[in-house]
Every structure is written in structure tokens, then in C-alpha cells.
């Protein structure tokens, strides 16, 4: 019995470069790729948003002069590299996959339109959602939610290189406790920086769980479908999701 029917994984542009300093790395993006067969053999509709920071960062660029709304559609295109990229390397383990653009560009990939994402995800393709939400200020993150929101997910799994959500930064700070559960409320009001509050606060309002997870570890991604407790669970207090109807 999987807890997780229909996930949005939410891939940062970080993740695709492993511990190169830009770019690409065939060997990190082929290891997410197999992760992801894994949970879509067993079964589960999968649809993923990918971040373009390994490329080009919108905020950074604009704090060096470039203008912020040009910066920011500058990082939707380079989640549209990595979108490229990742359903290459999916395709590589036969998963059908297919990539929606919120910026219309014909050539490339579909357009985004939800009700054709929905039956590619009831087909079992998994579906991978670029360029954000097509707008100026709005992070990656929050195209998760949106999106994760629109498809009517179970579940977010944001992954990330901690193995869940700490007190304080664990890489500097020895005492930092992990969490297991915490509610959307604490991660807002803590300052605890693992999405930004305009995708938290998506989730808060829509009671959409967020489990935050380490990708670097192998079978976590099955580990969690499967309902083990892996990373950090973020929800409301009673925890319960009303799910609308798909249509
Ligand atoms: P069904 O309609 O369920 O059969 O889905 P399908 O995606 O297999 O069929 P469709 O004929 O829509 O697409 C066939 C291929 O063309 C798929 O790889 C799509 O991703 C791709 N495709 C569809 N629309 C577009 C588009 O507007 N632009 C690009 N670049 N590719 C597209």
C-alpha cells in the first residue's frame, strides 16, 4: 500500500550539478533519474518542478545590475536546460516523460495546460513542469506549490542535501535538532529557510503536506512513498487534506 499516489517532486538547479560549481553532471542527474524509475515503477503519478539555479540565479543576477524582472525570466529559461537534460536522462531508463513549458516555446516542449499534464500523469508519464510559473518573482518553490496544487498531489517532496528540516544549520551548528514533524505555522514563524513563504504559505492554505528530504540518499524517494519516515514532515496541526475532485 503506498501513502503517496501522485507526487510533485521539487528538484533544485543545485541538485543537477553535484559537487561541480555550474552546470550539468551526467553522473548526479543519471542517479536521479534512477531514483525516480524506482518510485515511478512502483507505481506512483509523478510530476517534477526543476530549479535552474545551477545555471543562473534570477535574485543574485539582479542584485549585479541586471534588471530584476529580466534576471528572473533568465532563470525560467535555465530550468528549461535542466528540464531538457533530466528528461533525457529519464528517457535513457525508459520513462516516458514529458516536458511542460509555462513560457510558450512550441520547438522545445508542450505548453503548460493542466488538463493535458493530468492525463499524462493518469498515462503514467511523468510530467516535468519548467520555466516556474512563468512569472517574475516567483521562485521555483512556488511553482511547486502551484503546480502540486493544480495536479491535485498528495504530496510535495522538496529534496535537498539535508536530510531533513533542523533548529539551526546543521553544517555549522553541532546542537541543531532535527525535526520530524512541523507545522507550516513554525516553519514561517522560525524563519526556517527550506522553501520561501509565498510557497509555504500556498501549502498552509491548502493543508498540502511537504516532506523535505535528502536525494543524496539512495531508495529515499521509494522509502517515503512507501510511508517510512524519512527527512521532515511539514503540515498543519490536524494534519487532514481535503482533496478536491479531478477534473
Ligand atoms: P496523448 O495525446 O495522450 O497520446 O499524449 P502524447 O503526448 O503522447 O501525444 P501528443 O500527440 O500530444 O504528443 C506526442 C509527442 O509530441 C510527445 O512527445 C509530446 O511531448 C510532443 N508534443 C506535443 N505537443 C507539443 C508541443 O507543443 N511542442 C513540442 N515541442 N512537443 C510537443
Do not use: W
Request: glycine residues 8%.
Amino acid at each position: 500500500m503506498l501513502k503517496y499516489k501522485r507526487i510533485l517532486l521539487k528538484i533544485s538547479g543545485e541538485a543537477m550539478m553535484g559537487d561541480m560549481a555550474y552546470g550539468v553532471d551526467p553522473s548526479t542527474v543519471d542517479f536521479i533519474a534512477r531514483e525516480i524509475k524506482v518510485a515511478v515503477t512502483i507505481g506512483v503519478e509523478l510530476a517534477i518542478v526543476i530549479g535552474g539555479g545551477n545555471i543562473f540565479r534570477g535574485v543574485e543576477a539582479s542584485l549585479k545590475g541586471i534588471e530584476r524582472t529580466s534576471a528572473d525570466y533568465m532563470g525560467m529559461l535555465a530550468t528549461v536546460i535542466n528540464a531538457l537534460a533530466l528528461q533525457n536522462y529519464l528517457e535513457k531508463y525508459n520513462i516516458p516523460t514529458r516536458v511542460q513549458s509555462a513560457i510558450e516555446m512550441k520547438e522545445l516542449a508542450e505548453p503548460y495546460i493542466r488538463r493535458k499534464a493530468m492525463r499524462h500523469l493518469e498515462k503514467g508519464r511523468t510530467v516535468i513542469f519548467a520555466a516556474g510559473t512563468g512569472n517574475p518573482y516567483f521562485t521555483t518553490d512556488t511553482a511547486a506549490s502551484l503546480r502540486a496544487m493544480e495536479i491535485n498531489a498528495d504530496v510535495i517532496l522538496k529534496a535537498t542535501k539535508v536530510d531533513g528540516i533542523y533548529s539551526s544549520d546543521p553544517m555549522k551548528d553541532p546542537s541543531a535538532k532535527k525535526y520530524h514533524t512541523v507545522t507550516y505555522i513554525d516553519v514561517l514563524k522560525q524563519g526556517l529557510s527550506i522553501m520561501d513563504s509565498t510557497a509555504i504559505s500556498l501549502c498552509m492554505d491548502n493543508n498540502l503536506p511537504i516532506v523535505v528530504f535528502n536525494l543524496r540518499d539512495k531508495g529515499n524517494i521509494r522509502k517515503i512513498i512507501e510511508g517510512k519516515k524519512i527527512g521532515t514532515l511539514v503540515r498543519g496541526k490536524d494534519g487532514t487534506r481535503v482533496k478536491k475532485k479531478d477534473h
